[in-house]
């Protein structure tokens, strides 16, 4: 059974920095891209980042470039979000995702909420 | 604002079919075949209904189907149920300023 579980959310001062970790089981992590996707309190999906199978190919929404870093370890089936100089807005919970077909997340974790708030 | 429109609501009939559209732009839906759809009912993760425009994956329900027409693609619900309540959600490749887009999703109420 594909299982995909977030950890890492939690509350932090605007400027702070949080690392985010999803660790995948059931499934051949280091065959499949990943992404992270984002909801804010009552809004709707937002891709933030995605990364290849080997980590040599990584994309981010343009508001994060500079500022979140993805990256994994195949050996230990987990994807990061390294998130910093955090603002309000990047407030929601990240989900964790395979994406099982090309531009499309067929596994998605339950989430782990990151509220950033002084 | 959403890369991608959807309408806010839309409802239907236990039976009944509805339609949900998902407005791009030829620098996403109208050109690349990399459009899925998402249900979320509330509080739970995103479940992927539709890949690659009409592309269902195992184990989602035929009466789930994906459609595209210029740069407009489509999800039809035929014989709604009342747990088809949920948001749907479309998304899709892009060569604009973010790789991958999504809609403002659109929430399904069964009547």
């Known amino acids: 059974e594909v299982q995909l579980v977030e950890s890492g959310g939690g509350l932090v001062q605007p400027g702070g920095s949080l690392r985010l970790s999803c660790a995948a089981t059931g499934f051949s992590f280091s065959d499949s891209w990943m992404s992270w996707v984002r909801q804010a309190p009552g809004k709707g999906l937002e891709w933030v980042a995605n990364m290849n199978r080997d980590g040599s190919e990584v994309y981010y929404m343009d508001s994060v470039k500079g500022r979140f870093s993805i990256s994994r370890d195949n050996a230990r089936n987990s994807l990061y979000l390294q998130m910093s100089s955090l603002r309000a807005e990047d407030t929601g919970v990240y989900f964790c995702?395979?994406?099982?077909?090309?531009?499309?997340?067929?596994?998605w974790g339950q989430g782990t909420l990151v509220t950033v708030a002084s | 604002q959403s890369a991608l429109t959807q309408p806010p609501s839309v409802s239907g009939s236990p039976g009944q079919s509805v339609t949900i559209s998902c407005t791009g732009s030829?620098?996403?839906?109208?050109?690349?075949?990399?459009v899925s759809w998402y249900q979320q009912p509330p509080g739970t993760a995103p479940k992927l209904l539709i890949y690659e425009v009409s592309r269902r994956p195992s184990g989602v329900p035929a009466r789930f189907s994906g459609s595209r027409s210029g740069n407009t693609a489509s999800l039809t619900i035929s014989g709604l149920q009342a747990e088809d309540e949920a948001d749907y959600y479309c998304?899709?490749?892009?060569?604009?300023?973010?790789?991958?887009?999504f809609g403002g999703g659109t929430k399904l109420t069964v009547l």
């Open positions: 995702a395979r994406d099982g077909y090309p531009f499309s997340s067929d596994y």
């Open positions: 030829s620098s996403d839906v109208g050109s690349y075949n990399r």
């Open positions: 998304a899709s490749f892009s060569t604009s300023i973010d790789f991958r887009v």
